[in-house]
């Protein structure tokens, strides 16, 4: 059984040999191990692919990632800016000064605009040239923030935040749909190029941060329409949400989605929650196990979690959120044999 074949069958329910173990992200923390940042690592001749597959591959990840650095054109071409370094990206420009600064742009010239940005057309070459290299063993993970997270970051998360608890409801509406159609845009560009699972991530929608009321009127719809809008093309699709989740499983569930990765929750009691309609990715803590404690603890933990999900299946072994700089290979490593021997 091939790790696409593996994880495709976890998708979907259906008996496997066992559970598989994969990362959420991961390309930040490698390309630091090896002293580059997101955009040197784009700039390699290949855009980084052989260097991505070969760290991935020594951690024994059963799902790549490729793609992740795509949000920055979209961000210049509305005049944001970024600063990176070995560790970090921090926004050091908004796109917008308030929720009305959306109306002065037309989404198909952002998006136009990207697509002719030299770093966005990196992306796709190491998508292309890690597809070539994996041919069709291996599924390729990808994209970046979804909708509302999207949205939050052309503002600022906080100031996002105090407009939704404060604001009018259709100005967060536009904003968050004029994101999706962003997503929507460059998810189509990945696929084309050899992705074949849509990795959204939502931090900005944590429950540490909105109501659940808040999730349903403003994440969900956004994260729906770009899932429906991208089915034809890619039907497996991860939404990634950080902080405390357990409410939103089954609400999750009920959309659809194919994985659910989680952060700080009760998995048996999740995929309960979730009746087979979804399956899990998670959830060691990246600072509180994987950074913290002995490769031999963290193979016991995640064996034990893969025993205690064995009886329900759709379960996928991984960190609970991206991975943190600090974090031994040898930790990772840990979880993937826990994988292949629980």
Not at 156 to 180: H, I, N, P, R, S
Request: overall charge negative; hydrophobic content about 45%; proline content about 4%.
């Amino acid at each position: 059984m091939t790790n696409k074949e593996r994880v495709l069958k976890t998708l979907h329910f259906e008996k496997t040999d066992r559970a598989p173990f994969a990362v959420l992200n991961g390309q930040m923390w490698i390309a630091a191990r090896h002293g580059l940042t997101m955009a040197s690592m784009l700039d390699l001749p290949d855009a980084g692919a052989q260097l991505l597959v070969d760290a991935y591959r020594e951690i024994g990840t059963e799902i790549m990632t490729s793609g992740c650095a795509a949000a920055w054109p979209m961000m210049a071409v509305m005049g944001g800016k970024i600063e990176m370094d070995a560790l970090a990206a921090e926004i050091i420009t908004h796109q917008l000064t308030s929720l009305e600064d959306v109306e002065k742009y037309d989404v198909k010239c952002v998006i136009a605009d990207m697509r002719a940005d030299f770093w966005y057309q990196r992306t796709l070459v190491q998508m292309r040239e890690m597809r070539r290299l994996v041919g069709d063993e291996t599924m390729i993970g990808g994209g970046f923030f979804g909708p509302f997270t999207m949205a939050a970051q052309m503002l600022g998360v906080e100031d996002f935040m105090v407009e939704l608890l404060t604001g009018e409801e259709e100005d967060v509406e536009k904003v968050v749909d004029f994101a999706a159609e962003i997503v929507i845009a460059y998810l189509e560009d990945l696929v084309d190029c050899g992705l074949d699972l849509i990795t959204v991530p939502e931090p900005a929608a944590s429950g540490d941060l909105i109501r659940p009321a808040d999730f349903e009127k403003f994440v969900l719809p956004a994260d729906i329409k770009v899932k429906e809008r991208l089915a034809a093309k890619c039907p497996n699709y991860l939404i990634h949400i950080c902080g405390k989740t357990d409410k939103l499983v089954p609400i999750i569930a009920e959309t659809g989605m194919s994985v659910f990765s989680v952060d700080s929750i009760n998995m048996v009691r999740a995929q309960q929650d979730s009746a087979g309609r979804c399956a899990l990715f998670g959830n060691l803590s990246p600072a509180h196990i994987l950074a913290s404690k002995t490769a031999d603890e963290v193979y016991a933990i995640s064996k034990s979690l893969c025993e205690s999900m064995k009886p329900y299946g759709g379960f996928i072994l991984a960190p609970g959120c991206d991975l943190a700089p600090n974090i031994p290979l040898e930790n990772l490593q840990a979880m993937a044999r826990a994988a292949r021997e629980a």
